[in-house]
C-alpha cells in the first residue's frame, strides 16, 4: 500500500508525533552529532509562521513527515541548523540569491523500518508540486554532506549552491561537516 501524504498547518500537527518520527530517522547520524535532532516545542519554533508539514500515515501511523515553508526564514547558513536557532526575519533574504522566492523543504524523515522505498522520493515530489502550485520559482533545501544525502538530491535535479565546512562542536556536531544549500528550480 501506498501512504497518501497530506499537508497539515503547523500549529495543527502532532508535534510530539513528528519530532519522535524526526528523531528516530535522525538517529542514524548518531555517530555525527550528539543528541536528539528535535522536541515537540523545538519543532514548532523552527516550522514558525506559516510553515506546514507533508505527512504520510499508513494504517494511522505517522510514517514520514517533511517541513514546507518560504525559504526566506532558513536562508542563513549560520542561522539554519538543529531546532531552537534563531531564523531570520521573513524578507531577509538577499536580492537575486537562489533561494529568493523558493520553497523550503527541510527536516525530512521516514520511519527508519521503511527507508529505501521511495516514500522520501514521494515528499520531495509532493514539496515540488506543491511549489509550483503556489507560484514558487525553485525548492530549496539544506543538508549535511556527511549525512550523505548531497549525491541523493542531485539525482532528484538539485545542485549545491553554497557550502560552508563546520568545526566540530557546531551544532553540536562530533566532526567536523560541511553543510550544503541546494536548489531545484520549479
Not at 18 to 24: E, P
Request: glycine content about 10%.
Amino acid at each position: 500500500m501506498t501512504a497518501p501524504l497530506r499537508l497539515v498547518p503547523a500549529e495543527a500537527v502532532d508535534a510530539e508525533r513528528v519530532a519522535d518520527l524526526v528523531n528516530r530517522a535522525y538517529a542514524r547520524y548518531r555517530h555525527l552529532f550528539a543528541g536528539q535532532r528535535t522536541t515537540p516545542s523545538e519543532l514548532l519554533a523552527e516550522a514558525g509562521p506559516g510553515a506546514r508539514f507533508i505527512v504520510a500515515e499508513e494504517d494511522g501511523v505517522l510514517i514520514g513527515s517533511a517541513l514546507v515553508a518560504a525559504a526566506e526564514r532558513f536562508i542563513e547558513p549560520d542561522m539554519l541548523g538543529p531546532a531552537g536557532t534563531p531564523r531570520p526575519a521573513p524578507g531577509a533574504i538577499p536580492a537575486g540569491h537562489p533561494w529568493e522566492g523558493a520553497l523550503y523543504f527541510g527536516m525530512a524523515a521516514v520511519e527508519p523500518a521503511r527507508m529505501n522505498g521511495g516514500l522520501g522520493r514521494r515528499m520531495v515530489a509532493f514539496a515540488e508540486e506543491l511549489g509550483r502550485k503556489e507560484g514558487y520559482r525553485a525548492v530549496a533545501l539544506g543538508t549535511v554532506r556527511e549525512f550523505g544525502l548531497v549525491d541523493y538530491y542531485e539525482r532528484l535535479g538539485y545542485r549545491v549552491i553554497h557550502e560552508v565546512e563546520h568545526a566540530a562542536g557546531h551544532w553540536d556536531f562530533l566532526v567536523p561537516h560541511r553543510y550544503c544549500e541546494m536548489v531545484k528550480p520549479l
